[in-house]
């Protein structure tokens, strides 16, 4: 696990439709310490997704610099693990596969890859689902693999892009505290990217909110863990910092 | 009488499922059966539509003189390696095309203008180039193959989620690894579709080749048998084309099709 | 607009680059005119073709024929696919033998219907029926028995009567299948007409191919290879192509090649 540096970000392209520059990201700082959990939350777009994707080597970016544990960004690679809105597993890969998938990209051997996701997969609970494919799980299920599946591949930063938006509200809290759990255990560094002002405050260390592409403030969350949401519905902190969040970025 | 009825109907369902392929026979009986009635009655007349009895008789000789079973040969065998050729060679340009870009932009139109020529206008330069010949019918199965194949390639290469593409990168898949991992089995449900497109359009062709340049097979068969005005070997060869390519596509490219697609979830039929 | 122009010209910049090529190596190559022929001399062809007539009566006596059989293969396809598909068990009854009828589409007629009908017109319009008539019914029976009861329910529930359900339920629901069936359909019947007619008339662009082999006639040959290439081209990509995607792909269906 290392630590993420984002300097004077920025990112303009082209609109052929309105045949104009557009700036989608501006001017964006940010540290992320080592191990540490943080939240980037906006409206739709505000450049959130954009960013994630630059960190993780999508697109490319146009200015400023992004670094990983020292080291600036050139494309996609394993040491940024991603975890997609839309879950992104392999159809034709059983769950077990797509988690060993990772390691069998850096030459680990079957035995050892296989022991490794299914290390991983006990840890989601998601034994039992080894041996089927993807379409046969629930969306809250198929995310399971998928966050499972970014971690097994032991990445210096995890990134995550809205991953429980496309689940139903029930299954996206239990989701909420199984990831509050595992990072505990684990302790990645993670960038999770939402517009749910109380899943940010839920899951995070530090809340960043975001609005047209420029920070407008950075949140420090002290909340005590494990949390847990029948812990947290009524605690007063919890309500205050998320308040505070939801004015934030309201008003912008 | 209705109870029996009922009881005969149940029995007819119970015996369809436990052999689907008894399901798929069935609605010939009547057919066979119309068929055998208008030629007895002597409707049409003999030399026109012969009966079933005559066909049957007929290939009980034609087996026996060993000409059917050498003819399908031929033609199963010609089907096969003009398939063979058309899937090496269609499955890495569809991937070339549907991946590159340039290559897109500068090859998409040729192929489907060439597509649009059809096998067959082939036919008439191809035997001045090769003459009668095996080599003939092989390119022009192997050209009629080839276009489903490769289009429907890079339809499925195309329509891979971005987003598996980014997750396998950002996993540290290499660019050749992707191909293996990503972009071949991703096209892989569109690749069968394609193949099994593209078989149904070769049997054709092979069909019309032997008939028209052909010595030997089952399209020769028939139109050999046309020119000597026995209408009964063409029934004959008509049915078992039926039969075979019946064979070929429900149990061997359907249940392929099926078993890439539907566990995966990436078809729904 | 100005994109539009622009990627029909990215289109047609492949076929620009492979004529150049045509004009270039085969003089340069000094190819025998018996084997390939050169650009201008299928260019004068077509010329001479146009002007004495025998091209466009080529043309027009296989499109006539394409017309013939299509219409009346549609007229009597729709209505009985939609009869059979409106009953669950008559459908799953008769699909196997559609199937059947649909694999022996086009070519595998030809010799029997030379034989009942005699070479020319009629055995040739025959073949197109039939490779148009089968895949049809076909089709259209898979796609109004695909159609979810609940959409028939709901339509019923909502006060449609036989003809309504007919109309708005069953021909709207099973347009996709049906158009995809037609555009199958005619892929194999363009291929089956060119084949009858080598062998069956002696008028149409088959026939033309045909003859023009026994002569060496290399470049009449090309000439009917590309009219046969660009009237398909035409036809699909201008005709079929866009109503198959004006229904498929805007009810959210999938696409195809």
């Known amino acids: 696990m290392k630590d993420l ?134 969306g809250g299920m198929q ?110 | 009488m209705k109870q029996f009825l009922l009881k005969m109907w149940s029995h007819c369902v119970r015996l369809a499922a436990r052999w689907p392929s008894i399901a798929s026979i069935a609605p010939f009986i009547p057919v066979v059966a119309a068929w055998w009635i208008v030629t007895e009655l002597q409707i049409f007349p003999r030399v026109f539509l012969p ?94 193959v080839i276009f489903p194949v490769v289009l429907n390639t890079v339809l499925g290469v195309r329509s891979i989620p971005i987003t598996l593409h980014r997750a396998a990168q950002s996993l540290g898949a290499s660019r050749i690894r992707m191909l293996w991992e990503v972009v071949l089995p991703g096209a892989l449900p569109n690749i069968v579709t394609g193949l099994r497109n593209g078989l149904g359009y070769g049997w054709r062709a092979l069909i019309a080749t032997e008939i028209i340049v052909g010595t030997s097979g089952i399209g020769f068969l028939m139109f050999d048998a046309r020119r000597s005005g026995s209408v009964v070997e063409i029934l004959l060869g008509m049915i078992i084309l039926g039969i075979l390519w019946y064979i070929v596509d429900s149990w061997i490219l359907a249940p392929i099709e099926r078993a890439t697609g539907q566990r995966w979830g990436l078809v729904t039929r | 607009m100005l994109w539009r122009l622009s990627s029909a010209l990215w289109f047609c910049a492949p076929f620009m680059v492979l004529l150049v090529l045509w004009a270039v190596f085969i003089p340069y190559f000094d190819v025998n005119p018996r084997l390939f022929p050169h650009l201008s001399s299928v260019v004068q062809a077509g010329i001479e073709g146009v002007e004495d007539g025998t091209l466009i009566r080529h043309i027009g006596a296989s499109l006539l024929r ?5 219409v009346l293969a549609l007229l009597i396809a729709v209505p009985l696919g939609v009869a059979m598909g409106v009953s669950p068990i008559i459908s799953s009854f008769l ?93 194999f019947a363009w291929r089956g007409l060119i084949a009858a007619e080598m062998i069956a008339t002696n008028v149409g662009l088959g026939y033309m191919l045909f003859v023009a082999r026994d002569f060496y006639r290399t470049e009449v040959i090309v000439l009917g290879m590309i009219v046969i290439g660009v009237l398909w081209l035409l036809l699909d990509r201008l005709v079929l192509a866009p109503i198959e995607r004006a229904t498929i792909e805007r009810w959210g269906m999938v696409q195809r090649a």
């Open chain 2, 51 to 144: 009966g079933p009895v005559e066909v049957v008789r007929s290939f009980g000789s034609l087996v026996y003189t060993g000409i059917l079973p050498a003819y399908l040969q031929d033609s199963i065998v010609r089907l096969a390696v003009g398939a063979f050729w058309g899937v090496a060679l269609g499955i890495p340009l569809g991937i070339l095309v549907g991946l590159n870009k340039r290559a897109r932009t500068a090859l998409w139109p040729l192929l489907l203008f060439f597509q649009a020529i059809g096998d067959i206008a082939w036919l008439p330069i191809l035997v001045i180039w090769f003459g009668y010949g095996l080599t003939t019918i092989t390119v022009v199965i192997v050209y009629t």
């Open chain 1, 5 to 138: 540096t984002i300097r004077n970000l920025s990112k303009t392209y082209f609109d052929p439709y309105a045949g104009t520059n557009v700036t989608a990201v501006h001017d964006v700082s940010l540290k992320v310490e080592q191990g540490e959990f943080v939240c980037i939350v906006g409206p739709s777009g505000c450049g959130k997704t954009t960013i994630l994707n630059m960190i993780a080597g999508f697109i490319p970016y146009t200015g400023g610099e992004i670094l990983v544990g020292g080291r600036p960004v050139k494309g996609p690679g394993p040491d940024r693990g991603v975890v997609f809105q839309s879950f992104a597993l392999f159809p034709w890969r059983t769950v077990l596969e797509n988690v060993a998938f990772g390691p069998k990209m850096r030459g680990v051997r079957k035995v050892e890859r296989e022991q490794i996701a299914h290390e991983y997969l006990a840890l989601a609970k998601l034994t039992e689902a080894a041996g089927r494919y993807p379409a046969e799980l629930s």
């Open chain 3, 95 to 187: 699909t196997p033998l559609f199937r059947f009828f649909s694999v022996l589409a086009g070519i595998a007629w030809i010799p029997i219907a030379t034989l009942w009908f005699g070479y020319g017109f009629g055995a040739i319009t025959f073949v197109i029926f039939n490779a148009v008539f089968f895949i049809v019914t076909y089709n259209t029976l898979l796609g109004v028995s695909t159609i979810p009861l609940q959409v028939r329910n709901a339509a019923a529930s909502l006060g449609a009567g036989r003809w309504a359900m007919l109309t708005e339920v069953l021909l709207p629901g099973a347009l996709p299948n049906i158009v995809t069936g037609i555009r199958t359909g005619l892929g």
């Open chain 1, 143 to 252: 995310q399971r693999v998928g966050v499972v599946r970014a971690l097994a591949n032991e990445p210096d930063v995890l990134l995550m892009d809205e991953p429980f938006a496309s689940v139903d509200a029930q299954t996206r809290m239990t989701l909420q505290e199984e990831l509050t759990r595992i990072w505990q255990e684990k302790r990645p560094t993670v960038i999770f990217i939402t517009h749910d002002v109380a899943e940010a405050v839920f899951l995070a260390n530090r809340v960043v909110a975001l609005s047209k592409g420029r920070v407008l403030d950075d949140i420090a969350v002290d909340l005590p863990r494990p949390r847990s949401w029948d812990a947290l519905n009524d605690d007063a902190r919890f309500k205050e910092l998320s308040n505070r969040v939801l004015q934030l970025v309201r008003s912008a």
């Open chain 3, 66 to 70: 394409v017309a013939v059989g299509t």
